[in-house]
């Protein structure tokens, strides 16, 4: 049993260690086992015994000194534990890292790291050793919880992507909402109110009730509860601005709170520094405990001289503590106040590629409660895919209702998709930055006749254009922060008309106009009559109808419909405005004799303002064709941006750029660059600074007839190939020819195929044979120039 | 100056002319439509007068809403009767005979002014005109350049030319005016650039440094001033102005020689010293309380505004609904009657239609009432509080002048008793040698002293009598005209709105008839 006589680690730089195959330690190792701790199950199918423990530096095989006093000091206080609570559980102390014997290890973080894999108390020493490398006051707890949290059973939960924001700001809403009571009677406004009640009270019950359903299909009766050991990680309040003590679940990396329900109860806890056993009651799980570890009737402590908690102990006391213990060192050990000695856990490292890769393989799935979670890590996916969720309409996962896919690095600046599989209409959102401002698109296909629902980042347009519908009835334009006030512009479209185009005019592919509609906000510069609140363009019926904003405290709107005189009037006769052109209705003031003039000017304006809305309704058509149009490119080829700040990834993409373009020269280059041709040859001589002319000749000539060689050989390759195919080719013809008669046509047909394959290859070769022949005294030139011109053989050649 | 050859008789303006000119500013295809529309002075926004030899502004008193006003090329001496053209914001006058600027005062929104080429000898009368913009007074008889200075007010002029001028042959006179207009970017219609500024700053530099000094003491003291104002404003719609302090009091003493020959006494210069400071303190309650008040009274009248505008908005709410629904109906209705061959069924609809708008006209009217009925609730409310909150005022302020009186009746017995131990000690010839004489005067005879610290007395005690029936009247007067304003305004609003309904209802009838009567024509 060396082995175990070896050092054995309990948490990152804590440490605790077993003495030899004690029976208890034995019995430590039984009891965690026994009580299911819950390995995930690719960790259950990977091999322990094949990790390989060689590498690990010695640190990791033998115990020193003071760590032998240590596990002594542990086997004491597990004596008297078990003396004193002979009905409790056997503590976590001092478990075998993975050097030492199967089974129920820990395994230093460094393991867990390289393999991605572990059980909770893997996850959670690694956890919580990266916490308190970055200063949380943070600690592994050993304790039992529910099966959900221990087995990573998460498909109760509501995917956190679903949590619905709080509600209460709609609370807000309904108090402000309050009718006047002026306005109603009383009688009613209570009868209302009950009413309102009554249903919310029937709500309530409701919902109460559905929780109650839930509950209960929560709580399948677990015959294990309460056995099933867990470990997960605590942090308590105080250091880097921690308002308040939680506990993180070492599988999900949630945070919870430490009156959560999952956690039943807690054994021990440990970082560090000590070992702290709980001595309080968990019968109603962790709701009740108090986690001030320097409480000693709550908190037993395993090294009595580190007692307190960390955050308790100011730099002096430290200090002051520090030369006490290495000068007296004997007081110590009768104080039993030994100090933990240092980790020999090597500094954890993960490197940035790990780190972005996060998941083994760089992918996850998560199950929720009738949804499914997919992560991948970034660059993965050709696609730029980096999570899916897919919600279900039942809690077998076979009922897509809807899939939301999130993208990260996409040049498009696709952001997020969601397909509405009921509905089959696919919403896409864009980052900041897109091509014409675009920021959401709604649609069922990207064809253009198809309804399209198209949002803006509004602020970045120049129009203020916030959102588009278009179907093919209508176009819905609604803008934001207008300075002509206007907010929604609706288009009607009549049927397409059929047009018989000359061969050489351009296709008019935009809709008849039948009427546009726009509407105003109020501006206040204007006074209300004056200021058009909606105007209606009836372009079949020559017709623009005007209605006003409400003068304060009217109710009725000033109107003006003004007819447009056909063309022929307008130029035969002097008067361009007659009264019968337009019906005027203002409110307020009682009827006044119509003045012609501002009349006759307004409907100018309109006019001409008609014939621009024309052309805007034109021009967006156009837009929403030209999105389309962009947008199905981009699909068809998506690129993947890459900071420049990830100089990694930044450089690859440079190489694979210029791999791309210019292989050629690249291959050449490196040819010249990388390797030097003169290289093999030059060792042969066994190349100095200096050479003699006759050395110089030699590895010039050994260096032609090489390539000379080789271009025979490639040469002779080609050829063989060459022969070889010609000569199966004879043979399968000539077996065809034999066999004609007895072969079905589909026989025949795959022979032909092949027939014409293997002819196609032949071609293929001849030509290159050919090419080969051609070529190969170019080359052989070639480099007989090129060897002249080598500085290391240019003196002795250069007049050869 | 301006004078043509062929001049005819000068004229002065009159509406023949101003006729003519409004007219021709219009295009020659629409003259015809803007005759039969007949023309409104009142609506005219420019007007061109340009070369017609007018000598005498007159008749522009209509012109309510010029903005634009060309006078040039005349042969104008005075400017005058332009003081109804309020929103004029350009006046050319260049190219006349004015010899004074005056007659802008009411001008205040003028931006762009031109006298150039007149008789101008000084830059004065244009104090008001700070939107000022673009000045042109070239051409004219200025001769100091230091008047320049006049033109620091206009904190707007952007473009200045006074070319053409004696002052202008003044070496100096770039570099002066630029140094003194700093905000200036155009001198006689050229680009100041950076480098005369420089100069400009560089030459005049502790010159303006003085200048402005003056101007920034002047701009605090005329703010100070206005604060002053501004809170005395305030005191006063508190009605208790002139209350935080001792100013009643020393109002009370101010024509009171015989207290004050007799404050030189050691006993009564101590027993007005104590009583002012009581007086004071008494004053300054009342002038806290009175401020409390006010906000009291503010907070209710927005108080009811608020309710009434909230009243008023969800009234209004309702009847746009109201026609909104008719509306869309009616359309709905008339489109079917179009399209009705039958003559009979067209009639029933027609019918039917009308029948409908005259139930509108009662679902409207409707509505109004109980509206109505709302306001005049929440008036009375309103009445009821503010007459209680105005009661509570007015009693407070009897108690605090009531302490007032009661000091002022404590001082006179102290004065009488003191004036008469006095008087005892005078008629023993025991007085003071040092006395002032005219004590010793007053100390001669009991009758008069008594006399005369009685009337004293009671001049005092009306005084204070006053303020508070000042204050008392004056919060009446408050009370009645909110009330009066709110009456007004629900009264004023009903009729508009009742008259609104009928002249709606009225036109949907036209409108039906109209088409009747088409149809009866086809």
Redesign the interface.
Known sequence: MDVLEEKEEEEQREELKALDSSDNLQDVETEVSEEQVFVPSDVLDFDWSSIDTSQLPSLYHTNSLKEEKLLLVAEHFLQQYSHLCPDRKLLFLHPVNECGLQPSKLYSPTTILKYQRGNCFDFSVVLCSLLLGAGYDAYCVHGYATRQMCSLDETLELCPLLMKPQEVPKYGMKSRIKP?P??QSMFELQQEAKKKAETEAAQKNKGREEEQVTEVGKLKRDPWSGLRVHAWVLVLSGKREVPETFFINPFTGNSHSTMDEHFLGIESVWNHRNYWVNMQDCRNGCKDLIFDLGDTLRWEVMLSGSNRSLQQLSDAEKEKRFPDRTMDDMQEKEDMSLDMPQSWVAPIQISPREFETRCSQGRKVTLYKQAKLEKWAPYLNENGLVKRLTIYADSDYTEAVEVREWFKNREDLLVMREVNKQTQVTTDYFSPGHLLSLKAHSYKSLEPKSEHVMEFYHEARVDGLQKRVEDVKEMTEYFVGRDDFLHVRQTVFGKRVKKVHLAGTSIDSSRPIVQIKECFHRNLEKPADEDVAERIFLITEETISLTYH?KD?????SKKDLFKAAEDDRRGR????TPEMC?I?E??C?EKAK???PL?ELLQELTKEEKQLKLQVQQSEAEVLNILEIRKNEENDIKLSVSMYNTARSEMRAHQYEATNTIEDEFLGQKEQGQDYLAPFLIQIGYREKMTKGQALRVRDNCLTDLKHRLINKVNIIQARFEKAVEELQKKEQWFQEKRDQLSTEEEGDFLTRYSEAMFHIHILALRLNREKQVAPQKYLALEEKLRKDPRLAEHLGHA | MSQLPNSIEPNVIDDEMVQKAIEEEYPEDLRELAKIDGINFKEVTELHLSFRNILQIDNMWQFESLTKLQLDNNIIEKIEALETLVHLVWLDLSFNNIEVIEGLDTLVKLQDLSLYSNRISKMEHMDTLQELQVFSIGKNNLTVLEDVTYLRRFKNLRSLNLSGNPLCHDEHYKLFVVAHLPDLLYLDFKLVNDTTREAADFKYHDRIEELEQEEAEALAQLEEKQAKQKELEYHQTAFVEHLNGSFLFDHMFAEDTETATLADLPEVGELLQAYRKEFVSVCENLFNFGLKEYEKREFEVSNFHGRLQEVLTTNQQEGKKIILDFENESKRRLDEIDNTRNQDLVASKRAEYKEEILQLSEVLMTLEVQLADQMEELITEFAENIAAIVSTFIENVKGFMTQCQDLENHHHEKLLEICITMLEISARNELDEDLPAGVRELLKDKTTIVNALNTSHSIRLRMIYKRESDIRSSTYRWQRSVMEKAFQDEIDRNRDRVKEIVQYIDNLMEELHTMEMLDLLE
Do not use: H
């Not at chain 1, 002097?574 to 405005?577: N, S």
């Open positions: 006047l002026d306005q409400l405290k009217y109710i009725t709107a002097e008067t361009v405005m019906i209705y409110a307020g009682p003045k012609l003039l006759y």
